[in-house]
């Protein structure tokens, strides 16, 4: 089974600065997706940025990069200059491709990122 | 596009009733999966559908039951409700595909009493 740890329950960031969230997950798959999710306190889901297993190159959003480690199983989230709107619970989501795992997206416990004035 | 929408957006009920949940996707997508969220337990999955056929299904009792109709909207359904039950329900909608990245609605918010 897959799984997804997300070690930092909260994290802080001064605005217009750098932060990294970290995630790493465990599979024996080689085929996956890797998705980075934002949940603001209205509480709705917004897809921050997503990359796929197979890509070498890191995949880059506006503000937003990631820095993939596929043989660490590392998947980290760099927010540059941060703004107030970032404040919200970033959730780190796997998505084994094939197998019967049509839309089942596996969760990390999320960060909560405060970006303060 | 209008986005994924859900209703009711909030909703209480008392133990040992029945709830029904509908979500309706992005114009176009006909894939409907359905997530619980809460504190303990974070983001679970509970099923997904597509083309009226449930496809996938997670780890939660058969109390929980879904299904979809032909405009791809969607409905879960929760019966003899349980204290634990009370959560955020969030539905995303995706195009079905492997490949497709899952849009996600605003959630219903359940309280059992």
């Known amino acids: 089974a897959q799984t997804v740890t997300q070690s930092q329950p909260e994290m802080s960031v001064q605005e217009a600065e750098t932060v990294t969230l970290s995630c790493t997950y465990d599979t024996s798959e080689n085929n996956y997706y890797l998705f980075w999710y934002k949940q603001p306190p209205s509480r709705q889901m917004i897809l921050v940025i997503r990359?796929?297993?197979?890509?070498?190159q890191n995949a880059t959003e506006n503000r937003f990069s990631v820095n993939f480690q596929k043989a660490a199983k590392s998947f980290s989230l760099k927010i540059s200059d941060s703004q107030l709107g970032d404040t919200a619970m970033y959730f780190c989501a796997f998505m084994k491709l094939y197998g019967g795992s049509q839309g089942n997206l596996i969760f990390g416990k999320g960060t909560k990122l405060s970006v303060k004035p | 596009k209008a986005g994924v929408t859900q209703t009711p957006r909030y909703l209480i009920k008392t133990r040992g009733q029945q709830v029904t949940l509908s979500c309706s996707p992005i114009s176009g997508h006909r894939s409907v999966s359905w997530y619980q969220q809460t504190p303990g337990q974070g983001l679970q999955f509970l099923f997904e559908?597509?083309?009226?056929?449930?496809?996938n299904k997670g780890n939660f009792p058969g109390r929980f039951s879904g299904r979809q109709f032909s405009n791809s909207r969607s409905e879960m359904n929760v019966s003899t409700l349980e204290l634990g039950d009370s959560a955020l329900y969030l539905c995303a909608s995706s195009l079905g595909g492997y490949q497709e990245t899952q849009y996600f609605g605003p959630g219903t918010r359940l309280l059992v009493l």
């Open positions: 559908y597509f083309s009226e056929t449930q496809r």
């Open positions: 990359q796929e297993a197979y890509k070498q």
